[in-house]
């Protein structure tokens, strides 16, 4: 019988058995922990998302393209005349330049075209040695808006345009619109006196960019100090006298310096002033007193690195100089929106002012509650800092010379004034970041109770500086004669040399003009030059509705009856404001 017994078994197997592989049924299975037989666990449990499925063009039917025209469905060339999807260079950027304001202003009358006449002068008192007026019949710059004289041009008929204009006397003086309401002038609107605190007068000039000096005697104020052998006598005083730069935002019923949009000097012991903050200046026992002739000198860097500052692009590692090229052809936009109003005998442009902001005047009086919990608050002025109305102009500075002396520079990187650093009166119609051509600083002298003061802007001055020469006369480093400035290779030359402030006046002047010109070309070519009232109304900028109410400003009332049709008052006429005395 065969033997039907189990053969036995081998201990030791022939072939090691393979781990198999986990399956996707299987990842439910695997263990929580890894495990020495299974480390890589996890990079299999884990399932890679799939990737997203791309989305596909929706392309029109055969049938539509043919209904639309399409000549070529598959492979064809693009039609060069066809808009591109990507906006042309220079499209977006030529749709968002801003464009005057338009109003709808009734026909101009005859006198409006005749030129603007000088204020009405008073006769009211003699003090050192001349007779000073009180000048009336006229409009004085108050809070939030600014005036300018203007006439109706009779070679463009079309009611909107209105052009700048001035009166006498035609040279370099004090602003008689620009000045505090008790200011008394002398006759050449060059020396100013008050009976009252320190009231402020600016001139009808003021620097942009480059170098410019200027002076101011006081002609009456503290008086020198007299050494009678061992006894020294003080004089009486006869008034007092602050001089330096301000910009349009200082206050006019304040002396000089005494914000942040000023500089100023002050006569008793020759100290500085900024922000209200006497420091001293001069040597000491020496002041400013009566029959001292005091220069100043301003340098503002080029508008173009002034722009840098303000638009944060400012670097001081590369911009280690001023060194620019002549302006070209283009340039920044100049944006003036002015609303000609009449004011008795006088046609003025009205437009908002710019205002002081709350940034300078955290800095000027800080809060201890913002100061421990803003950084941006804390950090001193410079060219970088984070607010814009703080940010400092590289290579600015004033300089001061007394009776032909120099006696140092008080001031240096003087705050940047253009837009957004200087802002209009935050209400409707009032557009930011737009500069109108008059932003700066402005020669500005503050009286006291019978203290006055005599400017001289050039070009014959009573102690020239060393280094102030002809205008006419330049000659570069290399020996090239300049011409209008630029010199053969290209140079701008105005910017580096010092120039009397007389010659800016006629600066500004022709860049008035210019302007005035390019206002007039840009009504003519979106409005189409159309000569009634309520036509050719410009699709690029609004259209506002012009004074209605004499009781009110005529920009006051332009916004607030913006777009709504109203009576406009006698035919013919630019409504009339009313200036109620201090």
């Given at each position: 019988?065969?033997?039907?017994?189990?053969?036995?078994?081998?201990?030791?197997?022939?072939?090691?058995?393979?781990?198999?592989?986990?399956?996707?049924d299987?990842?439910?299975?695997?263990?929580?922990?890894?495990?020495?037989?299974?480390?890589?666990?996890?990079?299999s449990?884990?399932?890679?998302?799939?990737?997203?499925r791309?989305?596909?063009?929706?392309?029109?039917?055969?049938?539509?393209?043919?209904?639309?025209g399409?000549?070529?469905?598959?492979?064809?060339?693009?039609?060069?005349?066809?808009p591109?999807?990507?906006?042309?260079?220079?499209?977006?950027?030529?749709?968002?330049?801003?464009?005057?304001?338009?109003?709808?202003?009734?026909?101009?009358?005859?006198?409006?075209?005749?030129?603007?006449?000088?204020?009405?002068?008073?006769p009211?008192?003699?003090k050192?040695?001349?007779?000073?007026?009180?000048?009336?019949?006229?409009?004085f710059?108050?809070?939030?808006?600014?005036?300018?004289?203007?006439?109706?041009?009779?070679?463009?008929?079309?009611?909107?345009?209105?052009?700048g204009?001035?009166?006498?006397?035609?040279?370099?003086?004090?602003?008689?619109?620009?000045?505090?309401?008790?200011?008394?002038?002398?006759?050449?609107?060059?020396?100013?006196t008050?009976?009252?605190?320190?009231?402020?007068?600016?001139?009808?000039?003021?620097?942009?960019?480059?170098?410019?000096?200027?002076?101011?005697?006081?002609?009456?104020?503290?008086?020198?100090?007299?050494?009678?052998g061992?006894?020294?006598?003080?004089?009486?005083?006869?008034?007092?006298?602050?001089?330096?730069?301000?910009?349009?935002?200082?206050?006019?019923?304040?002396?000089?310096g005494?914000?942040?949009?000023?500089?100023?000097?002050?006569?008793?012991?020759?100290?500085?002033?900024?922000?209200?903050?006497?420091?001293?200046?001069?040597?000491?026992?020496?002041?400013?007193?009566?029959?001292?002739?005091?220069?100043?000198e301003?340098?503002?860097?080029s508008?173009?690195?002034?722009?840098?500052?303000?638009?944060?692009?400012?670097?001081?590692?590369?911009?280690?100089?001023d060194?620019?090229?002549?302006?070209?052809?283009?340039?920044?936009?100049?944006?003036?929106?002015?609303?000609?109003i009449?004011?008795k005998?006088?046609?003025?442009?009205?437009?908002f002012e710019?205002?002081?902001?709350?940034?300078?005047?955290?800095?000027?009086?800080?809060?201890?509650?913002?100061?421990?919990?803003?950084?941006?608050t804390?950090?001193?002025?410079?060219?970088?800092?984070?607010?814009?109305?703080?940010?400092?102009?590289?290579?600015s500075?004033?300089?001061?010379?007394?009776?032909?002396?120099y006696?140092?520079?008080?001031?240096?990187?003087?705050?940047?004034?253009?837009?957004?650093?200087?802002?209009?009166l935050?209400?409707?119609?009032?557009?930011?970041?737009?500069?109108?051509g008059?932003?700066?600083?402005?020669?500005?002298?503050?009286?006291?109770r019978?203290?006055?003061?005599?400017v001289?802007?050039?070009?014959?001055?009573?102690?020239?500086?060393?280094?102030?020469?002809?205008?006419?006369?330049?000659?570069?480093?290399?020996?090239?004669?300049?011409?209008?400035?630029?010199?053969?290779s290209?140079?701008?030359?105005?910017?580096?040399?010092?120039?009397?402030?007389?010659e800016?006046?006629?600066?500004?002047?022709?860049?008035?003009?210019?302007?005035?010109?390019?206002?007039?070309?840009?009504?003519?070519?979106?409005?189409?030059?159309?000569?009634e009232?309520?036509?050719?109304?410009?699709?690029?900028?609004?259209?506002?509705?012009?004074?209605?109410?004499?009781?009110?400003?005529?920009?006051?009332?332009?916004?607030a009856?913006?777009?709504?049709?109203?009576?406009?008052?006698?035919?013919g006429?630019?409504?009339?404001?009313?200036?109620?005395?201090?």
């Amino acid at each position: 019988m065969a033997d039907t017994s189990p053969s036995p078994r081998s201990l030791t197997p022939s072939t090691i058995p393979q781990k198999r592989p986990l399956g996707i049924d299987d990842e439910q299975h695997v263990p929580a922990v890894p495990s020495p037989l299974n480390p890589d666990f996890a990079g299999s449990r884990a399932r890679k998302p799939a990737p997203a499925r791309e989305q596909r063009e929706k392309k029109e039917s055969l049938k539509k393209r043919e209904a639309k025209g399409v000549e070529s469905v598959r492979g064809g060339t693009p039609d060069s005349q066809a808009p591109s999807r990507k906006p042309k260079k220079g499209t977006e950027q030529s749709s968002n330049i801003p464009s005057l304001l338009r109003y709808k202003l009734p026909p101009p009358n005859s006198t409006d075209f005749d030129p603007p006449k000088a204020p009405i002068l008073v006769p009211t008192f003699h003090k050192a040695n001349r007779q000073f007026f009180e000048a009336s019949e006229h409009v004085f710059n108050r809070k939030g808006f600014r005036y300018t004289h203007c006439i109706a041009d009779p070679a463009f008929t079309f009611t909107q345009y209105h052009r700048g204009s001035e009166t006498e006397p035609f040279a370099p003086r004090f602003d008689y619109e620009d000045a505090s309401s008790h200011i008394f002038f002398d006759i050449h609107a060059r020396s100013i006196t008050t009976e009252k605190g320190f009231r402020m007068a600016r001139a009808n000039i003021g620097a942009r960019e480059g170098r410019w000096y200027w002076e101011c005697k006081v002609l009456s104020g503290v008086k020198p100090v007299v050494h009678d052998g061992n006894h020294i006598t003080a004089g009486d005083s006869g008034g007092h006298v602050r001089l330096g730069f301000s910009r349009r935002e200082a206050t006019l019923d304040t002396p000089v310096g005494f914000d942040a949009y000023s500089y100023g000097l002050r006569d008793v012991a020759g100290q500085k002033v900024h922000m209200s903050r006497p420091k001293d200046f001069m040597p000491a026992g020496e002041q400013i007193c009566e029959g001292d002739v005091i220069g100043l000198e301003i340098n503002l860097p080029s508008l173009t690195l002034h722009r840098k500052v303000v638009e944060g692009s400012y670097n001081k590692a590369v911009d280690v100089s001023d060194d620019v090229e002549p302006h070209g052809a283009e340039g920044a936009d100049i944006i003036r929106d002015r609303l000609p109003i009449r004011y008795k005998a006088h046609l003025y442009f009205e437009q908002f002012e710019y205002q002081s902001c709350k940034e300078l005047e955290e800095l000027m009086n800080p809060s201890p509650v913002i100061a421990a919990t803003s950084t941006s608050t804390t950090a001193a002025p410079n060219p970088n800092h984070s607010l814009v109305a703080l940010r400092t102009l590289p290579f600015s500075y004033i300089k001061v010379y007394k009776n032909g002396h120099y006696v140092g520079t008080p001031f240096t990187d003087l705050l940047a004034f253009l837009p957004p650093a200087s802002k209009p009166l935050h209400q409707a119609g009032a557009r930011d970041g737009l500069d109108d051509g008059m932003l700066g600083y402005f020669p500005s002298v503050s009286v006291f109770r019978g203290g006055a003061a005599e400017v001289n802007f050039g070009p014959d001055f009573w102690y020239p500086p060393p280094d102030l020469t002809e205008y006419s006369e330049d000659v570069d480093m290399l020996g090239e004669p300049s011409i209008n400035n630029v010199t053969r290779s290209g140079t701008s030359t105005s910017l580096k040399k010092l120039r009397s402030l007389s010659e800016r006046y006629n600066e500004q002047i022709a860049e008035d003009v210019m302007y005035d010109i390019i206002d007039e070309v840009d009504l003519w070519a979106q409005d189409g030059g159309q000569t009634e009232t309520r036509k050719g109304a410009s699709n690029s900028a609004p259209t506002i509705l012009g004074p209605v109410d004499p009781a009110a400003s005529g920009l006051e009332v332009a916004m607030a009856n913006s777009g709504v049709k109203v009576d406009a008052g006698q035919p013919g006429e630019i409504k009339e404001i009313i200036q109620e005395e201090e």
